[in-house]
């Protein structure tokens, strides 16, 4: 049967504190509402839609393709912002599921048991449900004799015995989507409390029709965890990390102290690679097989070959191929591109360059907007001077170089093949294939053994 998804994303998120609305507060390195939106993708025939409201400019903008979006205007309750979204969803599919935007933890899974049972249901509505000892202000469930259920009754509204029931509405409805639905939308009456259309009242209404309503009950408490404040907001990080961390260590990988480890929801790590603790892959994380990533490490935006060493370092925009070692305390800047067989040393920063094959890039040195040559050295303490107060400037440096340690390179500059510098030279012009510069400013002293075999001195 073909399902129809609405989520509620319009409310103000009062208890958040926040400019930022609150669906759009970030789980794992995506917006709540990001994950709400992955767990019905398998679900739904037609694009969801997301009732708008409170932020709708930023909550739109984020969503753009995503999904179908209503506004919510003025905000009178969450049966009213159901019947936003009549004229996009009346009639088009045989279901409608409802869900509140900011439960980021329920799976796809548990939406398609829900579904299931609801297909079987001769009755118009089920709903899904959660036993626990912590009623975190959710309503309480009534049963008929016959476990169908009677009505849901809001906390602020519930007698001492209603408020010791243990079963909670999680907020998840899977609905026929019939003339019924529509028709009892309206007929819902206003809460005189809040001046609000609860759409929680609609179970009364089907109890008051003779029409049954079923329940799923969650086995996994967490699951019905909404997000209200950011105390739950950390609730629910905390609980998406061990999922995700969880699910990569059966796939393969191994991590010596889940608790401090921080992956995000996208990342991607290959078998038998191992994070150790207090590391952090944030964003579009690409790690391959036979890694070794951490201690004290983050990594964001950036993809690694296999069987990479990075040790107490931060990568940012960064490629990493095969074989390569970093660290500690080193980092790769946005557009660092380091080929297979680097080595990067302690505290060294590249940027914008691609370091060759084989490059030794020695510890407290910085590259920045360069192309460095296969198997070139680069010593200790080697800067290259890129940036003139106004423009960056490009340094080139060729295969098989040596460049000593301390040594500033003034860009624009070329280094050709073979070429050297001696330790503390200060090098403003290009130097050729197989010279040795020296000095500050540097100067050519020395022709070095080139292709012929021959090695000539220069005039002083």
């Not at 912590?134 to 519930?158: C, H, M, W």
């Not at 929801?265 to 590391?279: F, L, Q, W, Y």
């Not at 660092?336 to 407290?364: D, T, W």
Request: glycine share 10%.
């Amino acid at each position: 049967m073909k399902t129809s998804v609405v989520l509620l994303a319009a409310g103000l998120g009062t208890r958040m504190k926040s400019s930022r609305p609150k669906v759009l507060h970030p789980i794992a390195g995506k917006p709540m509402i990001w994950h709400i939106l992955e767990a019905v993708k398998t679900i739904a025939n037609e694009k969801p839609v997301v009732v708008i409201g409170h932020g709708a400019e930023q909550v739109s903008q984020f969503l753009e393709e995503k999904a179908q979006m209503v506004r919510q205007e003025p905000q009178l309750g969450t049966a009213h912002a159901v019947l936003q979204a009549e004229s996009l969803v009346k009639g088009k599919t045989d279901l409608v599921l409802v869900c509140y935007a900011d439960m980021p933890l329920l799976r796809a899974e548990t939406l398609q048991h829900l579904i299931d049972v609801q297909v079987k249901n001769k009755g118009p509505m089920s709903i899904l449900t959660v036993i626990s000892e912590d009623p975190r202000g959710f309503g309480r469930i009534l049963r008929k004799q016959d476990n169908s259920v009677e009505a849901i009754i809001e906390e602020t509204a519930a007698s001492r015995e209603q408020l010791s029931i243990k079963e909670l509405n999680v907020g998840c409805y899977c609905f026929n989507n019939s003339h019924w639905l529509w028709d009892a939308l309206h007929r819902i009456p206003k809460n005189p409390d809040k001046d609000e259309y609860y759409l929680t009242d609609i179970v009364g209404l089907a109890a008051a029709d003779q029409l049954p309503v079923q329940a799923v009950t969650l086995e996994d408490e967490q699951e019905a965890i909404g997000v209200n404040s950011r105390v739950h907001l950390s609730e629910v990080e905390g609980a998406m990390r061990s999922r995700i961390n969880r699910a990569h260590m059966l796939n393969g990988v191994t991590l010596t102290d889940p608790g401090s480890t921080y992956v995000d929801a996208d990342v991607v790590i290959g078998e038998d690679t191992t994070i150790m603790p207090n590391t952090f892959l944030q964003g579009e994380v690409r790690i391959g097989e036979n890694c070794v990533i951490g201690p004290n490490t983050i990594i964001k935006d950036s993809v690694i070959d296999a069987e990479c060493s990075i040790v107490a370092s931060v990568l940012e925009g960064a490629r990493v191929e095969v074989r390569v070692h970093i660290g500690p305390f080193a980092r790769l800047r946005k557009g660092a591109h380091l080929m297979a067989g680097v080595h990067m040393g302690n505290f060294g920063e590249v940027k914008e360059s691609i370091l060759g094959p084989g490059v030794k890039m020695g510890h407290f040195s910085y590259v920045g907007n360069a192309n460095i040559g296969a198997e070139t050295n680069i010593g200790a303490g080697t800067i290259t001077c890129n940036f003139d107060g106004e423009h960056k400037h490009e340094t080139t440096i060729g295969e098989h170089a040596f460049i000593g340690s301390d040594t500033m390179l003034v860009a624009p500059l070329k280094v050709g093949d073979r070429a050297r510098t001696g330790a503390g030279a200060v090098v403003t012009k290009n130097v050729p294939p197989d010279t040795l510069v020296v000095g500050m400013p540097a100067r050519a002293i020395k022709k070095l053994i080139g292709e012929t075999g021959i090695k000539t001195e220069s005039s002083k």
